[in-house]
């Protein structure tokens, strides 16, 4: 079965530096990546997904991911962190076939002054 | 504007009864999915629906019942089987083709005093 780790439960950034959080998976076949934010309260809004093709996608937000097969990682990265981009972000993978998708543990970004 | 609609945002019951959480969408989406939420355990999927009258459970379906006889609508009932219902309960919605994101609603806090 699939799973999806998120190593880090909380990562404190300094505003203006630069952001990755990590995300690992394992599935057997080619695998379909997802990163979703969550603000306290509210439901997941999706910033980028991965099926195929290039293997550094952009998103919404400034975000970036880059899929590494040989490393089993879907890492996500900004350049240069805002004090509004403080939420939960969320690594999913998806299933074969229909649409299930497997959610990491999530981290929590706290953004300092 | 489109989208998925969650209600009410939040509900507190007595133990011992059930409660039903309403989910609407009017994004013409044949999928739509039920999650729980818990601190530190990310997103646990509790039934999900491909077409109507239809549906198949999740991970952890126990104590919970759900119905879906429009495709715009589905309903989650926690039932009083459910031993630690209090949780943020998140519905979702997507095309039911492969490769398709999910999109959420904001989310209903169920408290169980």
């Known amino acids: 079965a699939q799973s999806v780790t998120q190593p880090d439960i909380h990562i404190t950034v300094s505003e203006g530096a630069s952001l990755e959080l990590r995300c690992n998976y394992s599935?057997?076949?080619?695998?379909?990546l997802f990163w979703y934010v969550q603000s306290p309260g509210q439901g997941l809004q999706l910033l980028l997904k991965?099926?195929?093709?290039?293997?550094l996608v952009q998103g919404i937000k400034g975000f970036e991911a880059e899929f590494k097969r040989s490393q089993s990682s879907f890492n996500l990265r900004k350049p240069s962190v805002h004090w509004s981009d403080a939420a939960e972000y969320f690594c999913?993978?998806?299933?074969?076939?229909?649409?299930?998708?497997?959610f990491g543990t999530g981290t929590r970004l706290l953004v300092s002054p | 504007d489109g989208g998925i609609t969650q209600s009410p945002k939040y509900l507190f019951r007595k133990e011992g009864q059930n409660v039903t959480l309403s989910c609407e969408q009017n994004?013409?989406?044949?999928?739509m999915y039920w999650y729980r939420q818990d601190p530190g355990q990310g997103l646990r999927l509790i039934y999900y629906?491909?077409?109507?009258?239809?549906?198949q459970k999740g991970d952890i379906a126990e104590g919970y019942s759900v119905s879906r006889e429009k495709k715009e609508s589905f309903p989650l009932t926690v039932t009083s089987a459910q031993k630690n219902p209090t949780a943020f309960y998140l519905c979702?919605?997507?095309?039911?083709?492969?490769?398709?994101?999910?999109?959420f609603g904001p989310g209903t806090r169920l408290t169980v005093l």
């Open positions: 994004l013409n989406h044949d999928a």
């Open positions: 999913a993978v998806g299933n074969t076939g229909f649409q299930k998708l497997v």
């Open positions: 979702a919605s997507s095309w039911a083709s492969q490769y398709n994101e999910q999109f």
């Open positions: 599935y057997g076949a080619t695998p379909y």
């Open positions: 629906s491909q077409i109507v009258n239809d549906f």
């Open positions: 991965y099926f195929s093709g290039d293997t």
